[in-house]
């Protein structure tokens, strides 16, 4: 059973730096794409951030500069460093689990992670961010 458990959200004031982190357990850590969404009331989940197996990034164009995804192999974590953040930031964050293969005959190879637009496998709980002007 996969299991993702997400932590350190809060509230913080405008141009403040939050810390989150997401605790991964019941399955290969490593082999799984990572990934940070987010869904702000009244509104759709969008992708934030996204991490490969080999540590490469990818993120949504306006997280771009401010946030950062990584990971902790060893920890079986995954980290989204904000910075700066916004009124507009405020949300509800979700961490996510992919991993990535696909099924010929009787083997499983890998593919390419999921893009921040793309649905993930397995999701945590989320953990609220609160960012007051």
């Known amino acids: 059973q996969v299991q993702l458990v997400e932590s350190g959200g809060g509230s913080v004031q405008s141009g403040g730096s939050l810390r989150l982190s997401c605790a991964a357990s019941?399955?290969?850590?490593?082999?799984?794409?990572m990934a940070w969404f987010r869904q702000a009331p009244g509104r759709d989940r969008e992708g934030v951030a996204v991490?490969?197996?080999?540590?490469?990034?990818s993120y949504a164009d306006s997280m771009k500069g401010r946030f950062s995804i990584s990971r902790d192999n060893a920890k079986n974590t995954v980290y989204l460093q904000m910075n700066g953040l916004k009124p507009e930031d405020t949300a509800m964050y979700y961490c996510?689990?992919?991993?990535?293969?696909?099924?010929?005959?009787?083997?499983?190879?890998?593919?390419?992670?999921?893009?921040?637009?793309?649905?993930?496998?397995?999701w945590g709980q989320g953990t609220q961010v609160t960012v007051s002007s």
């Open positions: 996510a689990a992919d991993p990535a293969v696909y099924r010929n005959g009787g083997d499983y190879y890998r593919k390419s992670c999921p893009g921040v637009r793309d649905p993930f496998t397995y």
């Open positions: 019941g399955y290969a850590y490593s082999s799984n794409c």
């Open positions: 991490i490969d197996r080999d540590g490469s990034t």
